[in-house]
């Protein structure tokens, strides 16, 4: 196995630590979002190609644009997600989580 794999693993192994970091930069910047992890990790399914996805439910009307970046830089520079975290961020509104949720998720906020 190469050395990337092994590092890729090593982070994907801490998605939950870094979902919570996410989380609290989430709540932190929009009052009343819902965080979730979906996809992959959510089902079950981690390969050497996967990242973990974060979703991200904004109150209807809330800013959305630079959103997903603002979190990002706010988990990394105030609650230590490491910047190469393989983190994929999807932020929408209020009754567009439909797809997200129809599928295994875990809600952490």
């Not at 932190?28 to 819902?34: C, D, F, K, Q, S």
């Amino acid at each position: 196995m190469s050395r990337w794999v092994r590092y890729h693993f090593q982070h994907l192994r801490r998605w939950r630590e870094y979902a919570e970091k996410v989380a609290r930069a989430a709540a932190e910047l929009v009052p009343g979002a819902r965080v979730y992890v979906v996809g992959g990790v959510a089902e079950g399914r981690i390969t050497v190609l996967s990242d973990i996805d974060i979703l991200v439910v904004v109150p209807r009307g809330a800013k959305r644009r630079g959103l997903a970046r603002d979190i990002l830089l706010k988990a990394i520079d105030e609650h230590g997600l490491p910047w190469d975290a393989p983190v994929e961020l999807h932020v929408v509104e209020e009754g567009e989580e439909g797809e997200y949720t129809r599928r295994p998720h875990i809600r952490l906020h």
